[in-house]
């Protein structure tokens, strides 16, 4: 099933808007790279292309996108530059949990425009106090922290109307924090992801995320609630998820593109002019059929967002699809970087760059194959895996 774009005018403005991006990333990247951080000059282009405020329901006058113009968004900045794809979708999709906050403080949020970070592995203290909660903990890997001005961390709390203790986050001002500059990462580089530390800051009742609730209805609980909201309409963690494979396809089809580039310009020792090798001519093949695959793919889990609209939904399916999208496009980075030989291994040759990316995508939590793989094997089984997505 093809998915079709809603609003091919406003397609055609955030594809437009994503290159911008892309595009000024590129002539950054070696400089990222050893900085280990976008410059400000590229959070800038992505604030003032309004890029953080797409993702939020339409009281507060943005453009409601669908699910293809989001996706698409993110691959053609990954086409570019996959940390400055990262960052453009986190600073985006992060509105999302933004938006099943009470109004008051999601209007603030919202209002005060800044860019929001989160990493919501539940390892955080929070101890009850008067009027609310302290929270502390030292959190790794949050991406983008140096240019944002909120920020999600994740916590164990148990509840009244609840039996067991369940997973929350608690949404905090950055500058209530503390950010140790120390990522140094294989790829992704540019992503900024520092460590946080929360030390006894105080939270009101109203700052804290309950997922469980999102899971059980993917619509807030205010009854006038924006019925075009994309995770209002579908299950949140493939939604807020599927950045990840889509940034990954846009990496991969630029490393295809310099593959075949290169390829064709490259003559080795004994004279034989490479793109007349059959060894390359079946390298290509076997990644641009990977490569179809990994889209059909992508299409197919846009597909399903569209038509699991509350309910239950096979979370275990949506893994291993985005998994297995990225495990492709990870083969196409290794591989094509392989068979070009030892010019591509060369720092700041763009394969070089963006097959480092491309591993870094797979190790994040939400992307490992084998996990993925694994729970949707004993899904398929009947067996309970508690993935959700």
Known sequence: MAVLVENKLLFNEIIEKAKRIGEAAELEALQADQNATISENIANIIRNENIHRLILPKEYGYPQLDWRTFVDMVSTVGYYNLSAAWL???????????????KPLRDEIVNQG????????????VEKCEGGYYVSGKYNFVSGINYCDWVGVGAMMKFDDSEKPERVGICLKVSDLEVVKNWDSLGLRGSGSN??????????PESILRFSKIIECSQPPEKDFDQDYLYYNTPFYPGFY??????????????????EKHTAGRIRFSGVVEKESPTSQRVLAELSIEMESA????????VMMEQDKGGPYEGARYKAIRATIIDK????????LLTLGGHALLKGHPVELFARDLIAIATHITSLYEDGIYGYGRHLFGIKTGIQG
């Open 114 to 125: 800044g860019f929001v970070a989160d990493v919501f592995a539940p390892i955080g203290q």
């Open 295 to 302: 889209k059909a793919l992508l299409n197919q889990y846009i």
């Open 329 to 336: 496009c990870v083969n196409i980075g290794v591989k094509s």
């Open 195 to 204: 460590t946080l530390i929360v030390d006894k800051v105080f939270v009101k």
């Open 88 to 102: 453009t979708y986190f600073f985006s999709v992060h509105n999302a949990w933004v938006s099943y906050l009470p």
């Open 242 to 259: 599927v950045g990840f494979a889509a940034m990954a396809v846009g990496g991969a089809e630029r490393v295809l593109q310099e593959f």
